[in-house]
Structures are given as C-alpha cells and as structure tokens.
Nanobody, 117 residues
Framework: VQLQASGGGLVQAGGSLRLSCKAPRTIFSVFVGNVMGWYRQALGKERELVADITGGGSTNYADSVKGRFTISRDNSKKTVSLQMNNLKPEDTAVYYC?????????WGQGTLVTVSS
C-alpha cells in the first residue's frame, strides 16, 4: 500500500488547513475494509492518534481535537481527509496518514503542520 499525504503548511493560530491522503494502489475492496486514520508526532513526543474512520464512516477523535477537526473519506476516490479548524500552536506536528486492516498497517510520508501563535 502506498499512501500519499498532502496539505500541510504554516498557518496562524485560529486558522484552518485540510490534509488529504490518497491510496491509489490499494484495491477498492481492501480500502473500504480498512480503517483510515491520521496520527501526529510533535517534536520530542510520541506519535498519537488524531482521528480515524472506518469504511462505513464511524469516526473516532482524540479529545484534544474534538469539535475542531473532522475526518472524512471518499471510498470511490480512495482518499481520506482531515479538516482542521481553529488550529492551535499545540497542533504543530508532523501528520501521518495510516491505513490498517487485518494484520497490516501502512503509513504515508508525513506532512508538516506548523501553527504560529
């Protein structure tokens, strides 16, 4: 599985960014069955789950982003997105897309999000 993440950048506190992740080489039926997620890793900290979404659309969010971030997926396009609103400096991190199903877990390259105060 090859995951292609994009959309990071520099934004001021209170601003918004949208991250996208594509899985062009994933077989459609496999993509639908996988849980897609976004994780982040801030400097000096462990990687943590931000949000994930099942093929059926059930979502799960870290408490720190609830009400500000929205994860969505388009199975027909094999993409997952993360809309990030009201960004805070503490959201600064490298964000990683993840696809997991069965015993497999695949990661995309990270995309840096920097939120200035």
């Amino acid at each position: 599985v090859q995951l292609q993440a994009s959309g990071g950048g520099l934004v001021q506190a209170g601003g918004s960014l949208r991250l996208s992740c594509k899985a062009p080489r994933t077989i459609f039926s496999v993509f639908v069955g996988n849980v897609m997620g976004w994780y982040r890793q801030a400097l000096g900290k462990e990687r943590e789950l931000v949000a994930d979404i099942t093929g059926g659309g059930s979502t799960n969010y870290a408490d720190s982003v609830k009400g500000r971030f929205t994860i969505s997926r388009d199975n027909s396009k094999k993409t997952v997105s993360l809309q990030m609103n009201n960004l805070k400096p503490e959201d600064t991190a490298v964000y990683y897309c993840n696809s997991r199903g069965g015993l497999s877990s695949d990661w995309g390259q990270g995309t840096l999000v920097t939120v200035s105060s």
